[in-house]
Nanobody
Framework: QVRLVESGGGLVQAGGSLRLSCAAS????????MGWFRQAPGKEREFVAA????????YYADSVKGRFTISRDNAKVTVYLQMNSLKPEDTAVYYC???????????????WGQGTQVTVSS
């Protein structure tokens, strides 16, 4: 069992930055791939980024490539999402998730956090 708690969301102006954190509980954290997804009102949950359990391989949605960076610290059982050059269309609730393999589908992930709101003003 893995419990995930996101933090770091908030209100930021376009062009600004935020860093999201996802703290995990459970001794098996280091064996899980971690992903970030987001969901805007009226839209489906969409993939943002994922990182292999080792941290050595990362994956990004085209819409965030070059602006967002996912990383993990297995010693701190935490995964991060550094978001730079934010745009109003990045506004959404951001969720972290844990699964056995990294992937772009929510179905790849077994555990989810409660989400943190990110709002980017124009």
């Amino acid at each position: 069992q893995v419990r995930l708690v996101e933090s770091g969301g908030g209100l930021v102006q376009a062009g600004g930055s935020l860093r999201l954190s996802c703290a995990a509980s459970g001794r098996t954290f280091s064996s899980y791939a971690m992903g970030w997804f987001r969901q805007a009102p009226g839209k489906e949950r969409e993939f943002v980024a994922a990182v292999h359990w080792s941290g050595g391989r990362t994956y990004y949605a085209d819409s965030v490539k070059g602006r967002f960076t996912i990383s993990r610290d297995n010693a701190k059982v935490t995964v991060y999402l550094q978001m730079n050059s934010l745009k109003p269309e990045d506004t959404a609730v951001y969720y972290c998730a844990a699964g056995r393999l990294p992937g772009t589908s929510p179905n790849n992930y077994d555990y989810w956090g409660q989400g943190t709101q990110v709002t980017v003003s124009s």
